[in-house]
C-alpha cells in the first residue's frame, strides 16, 4: 500500500464532526469549529507533548462544554468540529498560510513541517470537508423547510497573548454584517462586569476566517461570532454562567435587530 491511498482517519477513529441536539427548534445554529483536540494516531500527536496540546494552539479551552450547555438552553442545534485546529484549521480556507500552521504562538509544530500536496489532501478531505458538509446540510434542510437561522460561532480565546494581559472577558466579532454583532455588543457592555471587544481580540476577515463568510454571509443569514476568555470557561459551573448570560442575552439582541418596523 503506497502513501497515496493510505487514509488519514483509521475505521475505528471518530469521524470529524459532532453534531448535537440536531433536533433543536430554535433559529440558533452553534458551531464550534476548535471544540476538540484529537490528533490522527497515523500523525503521531505532529511532534508534540500532552501539555502543548492542552494548550489553546491545539483546541479553544472550555468552547464545547460552553456550546453544550448553550445547545441545551436555547433547544439549539450545535455542531462541533472534534480534531485539533494544528491539524487543519477548519475556520481558515484551504490552502491558506494558517490553514496548517508550521508555528503557533512560537511552537514549532514538527509534523506540519514539509507536508506533501497529498497529505494535507487528506486533512482537508476527511477532517475539513465533512465538517462544514455537515454544516451546509443543515443549513441547505432549515432553508427548504423555511426555518429561520442565525449562526452563532463561538470561540475562546487566552488571557494574555505574548506576555500582554488581555482586558476583555469576551469579543464580539463580525466582518461586512454588524447588524447582529452590534446589539449583542450592546446588551453584553450593560453588564457591568464586562469589558467586551469590539472585533477583538480577533475579527473576521474574507481571507482568512471560513465559518462566517462563507455559511453566514454567503447565505445571507443573521450571524456573530462570539469568543470567551478561557479562564471563565474552563470549569463546568464557568461554562454554565455563561451559558446562562448569553441563552438570555441572544433571543434579546435577535430581537433587537430583526424587530419589525411600526
Not at 18 to 25: F, L, P, Q
Not at 219 to 243: F, K, M
Request: charged share 20%.
Amino acid at each position: 500500500m503506497t502513501a497515496e491511498t493510505v487514509a488519514l482517519l483509521a475505521p475505528d477513529e471518530p469521524p470529524a464532526v459532532i453534531e448535537y441536539r440536531a433536533a433543536g427548534v430554535s433559529p440558533f445554529l452553534l458551531v464550534c469549529d476548535h471544540a476538540g483536540r484529537l490528533i490522527p494516531r497515523r500523525l503521531h500527536n505532529l511532534g508534540l507533548g500532552e501539555s502543548d496540546l492542552a494548550r489553546h494552539i491545539a483546541w479553544d479551552v472550555g468552547i464545547a462544554g460552553l456550546g453544550r450547555h448553550l445547545a441545551d438552553r436555547l433547544d439549539a442545534c450545535l455542531m462541533m468540529q472534534r480534531y485539533s485546529r494544528l491539524v487543519i484549521d477548519c475556520n481558515r480556507p484551504p490552502g491558506s498560510a494558517t490553514s496548517i500552521a508550521t508555528l503557533s504562538e512560537a511552537t514549532p509544530i514538527v509534523g506540519n513541517e514539509n507536508l506533501s500536496a497529498h497529505e494535507a489532501a487528506l486533512r482537508v478531505r476527511e477532517i475539513f470537508t465533512p465538517y462544514h458538509r455537515a454544516i451546509a446540510k443543515h443549513l441547505d434542510a432549515r432553508a427548504n423547510a423555511q426555518r429561520p437561522t442565525i449562526l452563532i460561532s463561538l470561540h475562546s480565546f487566552t488571557a494574555e497573548y505574548a506576555g500582554i494581559p488581555r482586558p476583555w472577558q469576551a469579543g464580539v466579532l463580525y466582518n461586512h454584517d454588524r447588524a447582529l454583532a452590534g446589539a449583542l455588543l450592546e446588551l453584553l457592555r450593560s453588564q457591568r462586569d464586562l469589558v467586551v471587544g469590539d472585533n477583538e481580540p480577533y475579527s473576521v476577515d474574507d481571507e482568512t476566517d471560513y465559518t462566517i463568510p462563507v455559511h453566514g454571509e454567503q447565505r445571507g443569514i443573521p450571524h456573530v461570532a462570539i469568543e470567551i476568555r478561557q479562564d471563565l470557561i474552563g470549569d463546568e459551573d464557568g461554562q454554565r454562567s455563561w451559558a446562562e448570560r448569553l441563552g438570555q442575552l441572544l433571543p434579546k439582541a435577535a430581537a433587537a435587530t430583526f424587530a419589525p418596523s411600526p
